[in-house]
């Protein structure tokens, strides 16, 4: 069975945003249809550690959480703690951290 692959380029356009397209790509994989109303729905993403960039930008994530809250208002993002010594290795430095890089509620 072959499996649907959805792409949209992240070039800027005039017509759409990037935030738009990805809203598209949500919503032409039909997430939507996959959560009920009363779902706890924990979206997993890498904050970053404080001071760097590698993470998915806040807007970004905003605009999914945004999408799911339309099928359940019991939506919440979410990391893991490292194993490593560093800003998340335990959960009251990790939440601090996601609050330094713009996860807040």
């Given amino acids: 069975m072959k499996s649907k692959v959805f792409f949209t380029n992240c070039r800027a356009s005039p017509k759409k945003n990037l935030l738009e397209k990805l809203k598209t ?3 032409r994989a039909e997430f939507d249809r996959v959560f009920d109303e ?3 729905i924990a979206v ?3 904050w970053g550690e404080k001071g760097n960039t590698s993470f998915i ?3 970004f994530i905003r605009t999914i959480v945004d ?3 339309k099928s359940s ?3 919440f993002v979410t990391d893991t703690n490292t194993l490593y010594t560093g800003e998340r290795k335990n959960a009251i430095e990790n939440i601090r951290t996601a609050a330094h890089n713009g996860f807040t509620l």
């Fill in 57 to 59: 930008p806040v807007p």
């Fill in 25 to 27: 790509l949500y919503l």
């Fill in 38 to 40: 009363n779902d706890r």
């Fill in 44 to 46: 997993k993403v890498h």
């Fill in 67 to 69: 999408e799911v809250k």
């Fill in 73 to 75: 208002p019991y939506v």
